[in-house]
């Protein structure tokens, strides 16, 4: 397993802070499914590549000044987890919620899978209560 898998991951997490949907695709295999858990308009969801753009594309319809931080990274044969921190304003609507314009941070571990240098899946496990928390809309 190449060192390279950690990079492209986190190439690709970091790219949710610019929303790049359209570099991400080059790394991306075309039978992509990312697993949301839990998914941003409730419940668990997977995603295929085409949803995955949309989601991408939504938030940052919803959510300006994004950051991402890669926090820790581990690798073991075709698997590569990353624990993540990312904050951003809520300045336009997303995933039913209208926007508060706050700031919020909210931490998650994204874990994927490659075949050779495609990746294939994903899954995502992140802090809904912590987002939500951070704007105001739970407390």
Known sequence: MSASHKATSKQLL???GDNAVHQAADFLSDGYMNHQM???GGGASAKSLAEWKTLVT???????????????QV?????????W?????H??????YEPTGKTTS????HTDRYEGD???????DWDKYGWLEGLGLVG
Do not use: I
Not at 59 to 72: A, P, T
Not at 106 to 109: D, S
């Open 85 to 89: 921190k990312m904050t951003a304003n």
């Open 58 to 72: 939504e938030f940052h319809n919803g959510f300006s000044d994004v950051r991402m931080e890669v926090l820790q």
């Open 118 to 124: 495609a990746l294939v899946e994903s899954w995502v």
């Open 106 to 109: 909210w931490t998650g571990v």
């Open 38 to 40: 839990p998914d941003a």
């Open 75 to 83: 690798e073991e044969g075709d698997y590569v987890c990353s624990r």
């Open 91 to 96: 300045t336009g609507p997303f995933a039913g």
């Open 14 to 16: 970091e790219l949710w």
